[in-house]
């Protein structure tokens, strides 16, 4: 099972926004689920300066094989110019659970 799941982790500027993206994202059948994290505390550079905001964080759970086309699904409907997509390999955890999450990322899954 090594390698065939990852945690994509993303923010966003408001808890709609999250809200939002998390369900697009696992109605595409992008990912099996979508945590949303309470405000977050971002320190940051962009556009030159240092950035210190409010963020929520996405946790979203993949086939590591629907990575590209997630990562393009984010980036088209994300409000941020660069959003942040960072894929972090699953190593090992319940076969239960990672079963669901690649079944819930296929198309043809009876649920």
């Keep these: 099972m090594t390698d065939e799941h990852v945690v994509v ?3 966003t500027d408001s808890a709609e926004r999250a809200a939002e993206l998390a369900k697009a994202i696992v109605g595409a059948r992008l990912a099996a689920c979508v945590q ?4 977050i505390r971002s320190v940051y550079r962009w556009d030159g300066a240092v950035q210190d905001d409010q963020e ?6 993949s086939a590591r094989d629907r990575l590209e086309e997630l990562t393009a699904f984010i980036k088209a ?3 941020y110019d660069t959003p942040e997509v960072v894929a972090l390999p699953i190593l090992g ?19």
Excluded at 56 to 61: D, F, R
Excluded at 93 to 111: C, F, K, Q, V
């Design 9 to 11: 982790i993303s923010t």
């Design 36 to 39: 949303i994290s309470s405000p």
């Design 56 to 61: 929520w964080q996405l946790w979203i759970k």
């Design 77 to 79: 409907n994300h409000s």
């Design 93 to 111: 955890g319940n076969p239960d659970y990672l079963r669901w999450i690649t079944e819930e990322t296929r198309a043809d899954s009876g649920n």
